[in-house]
């Protein structure tokens, strides 16, 4: 989920937990002390790059960016999502009918 | 704008434990901290206020697993910090840094739990500080002579007449022993102003045997206390200093010192007391062989020694007794066996503080039961803090902290509490120091004279150190030891915690026995207080006014120079504006003079060879005396101006002692002769008992009478007619303002008489309460302390004992319990923990009040009334503690209390 968030360009944390919010519709939230675990945990795995910007007037955040690594990841997993929901949807679809 | 929190310092709090590198932390802190502030602004400007909206940011942090340990496991492996024992020292150091760091930041979380916890401190250790620096000074530490140990002091009935003593330093072979007679006082004249000074005549060997030298001239040779040869005296370092101006050629100098031409031999040094510190001038001790009555029945005087090379205390003790049976036939009167059998020597530092041994260790242990109880107290709060801080301690064990590390942490904030205690303690104690010294030190022996100013910081300091380990290292070893898992999974609440629980259980159990040993003993105090001031003295003080007058004992070698002054006295102190009336006598009730005769009474059966003559309280008083301190003649009449010089000597006697000597017979025309004398005195009344000694009436127990003779008639031990009298007058207004008027008076009968010691009977009867009052006031106040922390550890276990059962409470309500019975419930726990201890308090006092015995008037240790108030407050004590949680408890909504986990 957050790296087909950063797929398109980098964030910081705090636009990342909104997006999520407001992608989901407010269904899922993440709480500080989760995103950022994660964030760091995905950066170990090499999968995204942050780095510290600062801009005038602003304090400085560290945004995030997906590495290649991480783009080869999230081809993969939206691959595996797909195949898992459409299993969901069949076995559903079995117990309907 | 509104202020911003300190987000940094929110997030780093809850980064304890995760163990990053310092550079990653500060990253991921400040990374962190730019986040809650976007959330914060953006709640303030959805509408909420800055707490809601504080709250809803800090919400972001809370999450299991905890956000310390979710980034440890997102973060690369960091080496281990090795944190035990035993590791380089730099990182001990900074180790210690951190930990104290981090001490004061969360006690700084919790400021009336740190509150509490200083004062708490502060007060025990405070309180044993001032208490063992007295207790040092005066008990522990040797007495400021050479060989102290060495030094011994006759005891049990342990006075010998000057006779005596020479026998003793003759024939002893394990002691050199040396007499003195303290508290005498002479007049020093031809200076000016008279003026009264307190010395002592001691034999002529007594620098010697306690090894002190002069600081000018020389100490007295043997044979100085002969007659003839003894018109000599040594004067203290401050005499010398203050009406001589420190003059360097004061030896052989010839001052006026009872009325005597003495010569100066020599000036003790500076610091020298012995046998108090009052004392101001040594003069030799007048011996008279030719004389047997003055050298065998006279100046009964206590006799002190050095312990000879190689001998131990009891071969002296053994030889006293037996030297003293020996000298029984010398006395020219039957002196009884059992004086001889009972001598004794004691170690003069024992001897010398015979009086307030018990009294101070007493109060040392009151004020050590209250540092208990402090210790008790904090040890309870860490406790409860500690099972709070549960999951952040299993959190950092599990990161890899030695159990040895978390101890060290733990201990560091116990101790920088107890520090924070010691130096309010110092505070406390400088201020209790004066306070319990006037109380309670005497003037022995330049005791407590010689105080250091480091006494007080180093005592504090060491105390605190100790006590923050003794209550801290339970806490931290039972914090330090726990289940991990466990304590993760439930973070912190409801892990059952049996040890922390039994833990802090007994220590309330323990903590309110013995508030209620320091209760029972105030209580006692206080009911003997209340009935020794409610104690009739046996005259009535009120508007009376008492001024001793000290003319030299030389002025009544002419009985009728004296009686002439007194008569002159009182006749024209009764002109004064404002006396109504004016008597004299030897000695007021409750003043120290204890003017004793040895008597023999008609009639009544004394085995001579056995016991030594009884001991009257032998007052000399003027006609009037009776009548103005409102003395009640029960029997027969008072004593008459017609009772004079030449008519035939008549006493009165005390009703006590007529009761004890004649019970069943009519008194009047009885006989009593004092050992000396020839002479009978005819009994011609009974006066009511008066309190001469103290108001409890603990009159020395050779005591055993009391009579007045009329001043005319009257004789002291040294057959002379008492010189030194009380003036004694009824003032209808200001006493203040007449004592200017005698004065003036006393100027003009005679100016070489000093007038002193000028009290009122209201003052000396307050003073004689002053100890009770003092000790009465020190245990109150412990006893409060102990109350107020009894029940704040009561309620600290109640409430966070309600706390962690909310899960339970809540299934028990919708399950169908009552409200009322859960706040039966949590009542019940508070009352459990109070009774319990209220049982083992009541055996501990039982057994410990007894050390109380003495301090005690008219109230057993036991006393009921007492004991049932104590219980009483007690079991109040619990009820305020339990009722806050109970009703919190009763109030759980069940629904809360099942969702909260």
Redesign the interface.
Known sequence: MILSLLEDQAHHGYDISKLIEQRSAGTVKFRVASLYPMLYRLEQRGWIKGRWVEKAGQRRRRYYQLTKTGRQMLAAQRQGWLEFVGAINRIAGLENA | MPENPNWKEEIAERLTGANLPPAREAE?I???A??????YHRLLASGMNEDEALEATL?????RP??AE??R????ATPRVSIAMGTPRGSMIGDFWRDLRYALRTLKRSPGFAALAVLSLALGIGGNAAMFRILNATLIRPLPYANPDRLVQADHSGYYPPGGLVDLQRESRTMELAGYQPGLELNLTGLGEPWRLRGSAVSANLFQVLGAGVELGRTFQPGEEDAGRDNLVILSHELWQDRFGGDPGIVGRVVMLGDVGRQVVGVAPRGFAFPDSTTRFWIPLHFDPRDPTAYWARGFMPVMGKLRDGVSLSQAQQEIAALSMRMLPHFPYPMGRDWAASMTVVPLQQYVTTNIRLELLVLQCAVALVLLIACANVAGLLLARSSSRQKEIALRVALGASRARIVQQLLTESIVLALAGGLLGIALALAADGILRTAFVPTSNGMASASSGWQIPALCGALAVLTGLIFGLAPALIASRQDLALAIKTGGQRTAGAARARLRSALIVGEVALAEVLTVSAGLLIRSLWKLVQVNPGFQPEHVLTLRVSPDQSLCGQRSACIALYNELLRRAREIPGVEDAAAANTVPLSTGIPASAVKIEGFPYVPAVRAAPMFWAGAVTPEYFRLMGIPILQGRALETSDSEKAEPVIVVSAATARRYWPHENLIGKHVQLVWEDRWWTVVGVAGDVRQFDLADHSPDYIRGAMYMPYAQAEDTDRQLPALMDLILRTNGEPARVVAGIRDLMRQLNPNVPLDQIRTMVSLVNDSTQQWRSMTWLFVTFAAVALVLAAVGAYGVVSYSTAQRTFEIGVRVALGAERRSIFGLVLGQSLRLVLAGLALGLASAFALTRLLATFLYGTATTDALTLITVCGMLVAVALVAGFVPARRAASIDPVVALRAD
Request: cysteine-free; overall charge negative; proline content about 9%.
């Open positions: 991921i400040d990374e962190l730019g986040h809650l502030h976007d959330d919400e972001g942090l809370h999450e905890p956000i979710a980034i496991q997102a973060e690369p």
